[in-house]
DNA sequence: TTCACGCTGTGACAAATTTCACAGCTAGAC
DNA sequence: GTCTAGCTGTGAAATTTGTCACAGCGTGAA
């Protein structure tokens, strides 16, 4: 079994070689990705044995074939097919921002139950009732659903995205979703994550403040 | 030393606690605290040692004294002082999210450099000019930074906040900022997680298939 | 051709994190 | 008062995660 942590440093090794393939790099050392990703190169390294790519001692990682190599160990050549629920603020900032794609992420569709914002398309996306939920995303083999409803409503909508057939999912929502053993979750908490920042904040401080009296 | 992982999960108690609250829920053990946080209750139990509190072993936990004892762990008493860098469109979300305050979390003013968007007010908040930023953070005692702005940006915008004093940073651009060690950054990467959550996603449903198979 | 340098791949080790399991306690029953 | 069921707090074990360190290899130099 693979860990979520080393998935995680896999798609960001994704995004560095990316960058680093349009800036001209083709070579790359495990200590110069891992500066990138702030990670030691040890780490780099027993990430990549997980994909079974195999680097040259004398030249390194060549960056083409290792971004293949990732390509295909996440199987995701084609991009990932995902559809959104909940077109408020931060549904349509995240429809705004992957519409225009910059990155390997579709937004198929999205789905409202406020009639004033379904019929119609934002960014190009078109918004669909949540009645039309099920034969719409029959159609399509989605990968992940994003969730950007409020609270109170998130568990009834993937409930209903389970039942259309979806495993994966990014919930905007600040409450633990219940799903089973079959479905993975990633919650993204903004309010906790600043909770978490402001913590760590004022204990750097504290100590930095410290470090200051004692010289 | 707390680790992030227990610092995490304090927070989303201290949730789950005001919530269970406003249902008039007086006192809570920990394998009904741990359900609601999908965790275990040794888990729960461990955590809780760190902030000193003490439950009853009949009773369990009293949870107005806990929330209490997690207020004074965490010294937000007063709210969490934020400001936020980048006002497109995920800023805007997070300035109507943050500014008709559910949360205990406060942005006392936005940044940003386009002249269209500095000298008003967006959801009530004041967007200033980042030639601004000195001397407004200065008169403010910032806990935690919001990065908002292209990943092209994000490393000098950093910069200038930890050189104004600030400590801690919620980033949503998708780099990794280099910073002192005594700053923390929570990197918030959506495209990151989709990609997380799109590989389990699929692994489950494979496996999901095979176990359908095998019967 | 031979050598030496500096990298990779990986077994072994170390650290961090979670879970187990049980002593000790406490409120209610009787 | 005494007993008991079922919780808490916490050492110790187990598991997960990250690091070390070095054998082995490929390349360029001589
Ligand atoms: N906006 C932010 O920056 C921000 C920050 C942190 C957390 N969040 C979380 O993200 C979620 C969305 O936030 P928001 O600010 O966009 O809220 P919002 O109120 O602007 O939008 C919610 C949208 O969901 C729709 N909706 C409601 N119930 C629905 C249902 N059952 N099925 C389908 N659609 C439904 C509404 O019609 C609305 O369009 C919330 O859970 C919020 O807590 C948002
Ligand atoms: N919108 C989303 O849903 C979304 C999703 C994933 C990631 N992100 C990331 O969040 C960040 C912002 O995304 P967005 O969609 O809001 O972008 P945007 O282009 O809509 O907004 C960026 C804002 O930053 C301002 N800005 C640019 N340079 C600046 C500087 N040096 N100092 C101060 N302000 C500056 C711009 O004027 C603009 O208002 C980006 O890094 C993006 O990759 C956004």
Redesign the interface.
Known sequence: MIS?KT??RL??Y??LLRQQQSMGTSHIFSHQLAD???VTPAQVRRDLMVIGYSGNPRTGYHVGDLQESLMQF???STG?P?VLVGVG??G???L??FMTGR???RILAAFDTDPVKTGRSISGCRVHPMTRLRETVADLTV??G?ITVPGTEAQKVVDALIASG?????NFA?V?L?VPP?????N???????????????S??L??QEEQTHE
Chains 1, 2 share one sequence.
């Open positions: 979520e998935i995680s798609t960001n994704q995004t990138l990703a702030r996440f199987a995701f990932i995902t603020s931060l349509r900032a995240l705004s921002y990155s390997n992420i990968t992940c994003l979806i495993h994966g999912f990014v600040p633990r219940k079959t479905v993975f979750v990633e993204l908490d903004v309010t906790s994550s600043i909770e978490k920042a402001a913590f760590f904040a004022r750097y401080s100590k930095t």
